[in-house]
């Protein structure tokens, strides 16, 4: 994990994102900021439209409204320039045929004005003693370092990772994490996504949980959900046998009191546990599960307010 940039330059800077697919609203005006130096991982559950939202930073789907600015562009309009310093690592990994991991990087070099070079980019990845295979013979897990390979060729000042580990052996991972500390100190600015939560825990600065089509909650790992969430919670079973169990901010207490109440004895199976934060993006979600359901919008496609000259080639008609 990396701190913010002193600067506190926006690379990202969101207002107001709305997206809808036919009557379906998936976005409802989502604002984010992300700073040089700065990860931020998007978590939200299947569908919640977390890929949605990259891809209309990306510059690959319209949005419905929004203001919408990734290294000062609007990604709609954006030159091709803006395209060579924004990363891009899509959700599926791509179809890379019979050519090995050295000729793609060293084709895709080309396109760069400022790429790594393509020995480092295979050592970062961990490819070294895959750089002559045909990609199409690699593992899973080993192409998906060979996209993330193709994402930060061009040293991107923004990437986009959209769950890029899946399939990653955890020795892989945690190479991967590394990597990725590097080029956020370097200056780089990262949105991920992930259904990891230890690799949200490990890497953002900052957490933003998508449900509802809204943002429910936004900070940095160690404090999503604010204190209460927090509060361990000491679990045991009674004399009669029965579980039990008690949150409170003071478990060293509690269990003393248990071990005086039964006369010196050890509490039986007890156990004191401090959320995670995977406990607490459940909560939030259990919590926000009770929001209105934004689903079905009747009429939503007589809101979009894009002017249809805004229309990115290659989003035309990509969008139910
Ligand atoms: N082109 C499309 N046309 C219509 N519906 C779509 C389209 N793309 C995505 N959707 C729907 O929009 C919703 C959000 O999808 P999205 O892929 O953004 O979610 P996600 O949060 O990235 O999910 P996951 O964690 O499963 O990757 C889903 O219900 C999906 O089926």
Request: no cysteine.
């Given at each position: 994990m990396t701190q913010q940039?002193?600067?506190?330059?926006?690379v990202v800077r969101v207002r107001g994102l709305s997206k809808h697919y036919g009557d379906r609203e998936i976005l409802r005006g989502i604002d984010l900021d992300i700073a040089a130096g700065e990860t931020y991982a998007l978590l939200g559950p299947n569908g919640a439209g977390k890929s949605t939202a990259i891809e209309i930073l990306e510059g690959l789907r319209r949005p419905d409204a929004g203001e919408i600015r990734v290294l000062g562009q609007d990604p709609l309009t954006a030159p091709r320039s803006w395209k060579a310093r924004i990363g891009i690592v899509a959700q599926a990994t791509a179809?890379?045929?019979?050519?090995t991991p050295r000729e793609l990087l060293n084709y895709f070099s080309t396109i760069y004005p400022n790429p790594r070079g393509v020995g480092e980019v295979l050592e970062l990845v961990g490819l070294t003693a895959q750089a002559g295979v045909r990609a199409n013979k690699l593992s899973g897990g080993q192409q998906r370092r060979l996209d993330v390979a193709l994402g930060i060729l061009g040293q991107p000042e923004m990437l986009f990772l959209d769950e890029?580990?899946?399939?990653?052996?955890p020795a892989a991972r945690r190479q991967f994490w590394d990597m990725l500390r590097g080029l956020t100190a370097a200056g780089t600015a990262i949105l991920l996504t992930t259904h990891y939560l230890d690799e949200a825990a490990q890497l953002a600065d900052r957490v933003g949980v998508l449900a509802g089509g809204r943002i429910v909650a936004e900070a940095p790992p160690a404090e999503l959900g604010g204190v209460e969430a927090r509060t361990p919670v000491v679990t045991w079973t009674d004399a009669a046998g029965q579980p039990q169990q008690q949150r409170t901010l003071e478990p060293a207490r509690l269990c003393t009191e248990l071990v005086e109440a039964a006369g010196g004895a050890e509490p039986r199976e007890v156990e004191v546990r401090r959320p995670q934060l995977e406990d607490i993006y459940l909560g939030l979600l259990a919590e926000h599960a009770?929001?209105?359901?934004?689903?079905s919008q009747p009429g939503?496609?007589?809101?979009?307010?894009?002017?249809?000259?805004?229309?990115?080639p290659e989003t035309a008609g990509a969008d139910a």
């Open positions: 940039s002193s600067s506190g330059s926006a179809e890379f045929g019979p050519n890029p580990t899946t399939g990653f052996d009770a929001d209105p359901e934004p689903a939503a496609a007589a809101a979009r307010q894009v002017p249809a000259s805004n229309t990115h």
